[in-house]
Nanobody
């Protein structure tokens, strides 16, 4: 089992940037693919970006070219760099460990117009 803790959310104006972090407990973080998801009230949680244990990445079309997912296995942390933010990016953002099937508690991102 692994515990995930997100941080870095907040309020930002449209066009601004934020970097989310997801810190994982445990010693086997490096073997797990990781993902960032987001959810708004009344809608299903949607995938934003994923990164494999080997560092391959994939993005939702809506964030391609604006968001970057990365990982630092030495720090047991996965990041989501979000640039050129839009009001429609407003959501609670969650990280997920695929190997351990674990979710973090989420961090709120609000983008004002």
């Amino acid at each position: 089992q692994v515990q995930l803790v997100e941080s870095g959310g907040g309020l930002v104006q449209a066009g601004g940037s934020l970097r989310l972090s997801c810190a994982a407990s445990g010693s086997r973080f490096s073997i797990s693919g990781m993902g960032w998801y987001r959810q708004v009230p009344g809608k299903q949680r949607e995938m934003v970006a994923v990164i494999t244990s080997g560092g391959k990445t994939n993005y939702a079309d809506s964030v391609q070219g604006r968001f970057t997912i990365s990982r630092d296995n030495a720090k047991n942390t996965v990041y989501l760099q979000m640039n050129s933010l839009k009001p429609e990016d407003t959501a609670v953002y969650y990280c997920k460990s695929y190997y351990f099937d674990s979710w973090g508690q989420g961090t709120q991102v609000t983008v004002s117009s």
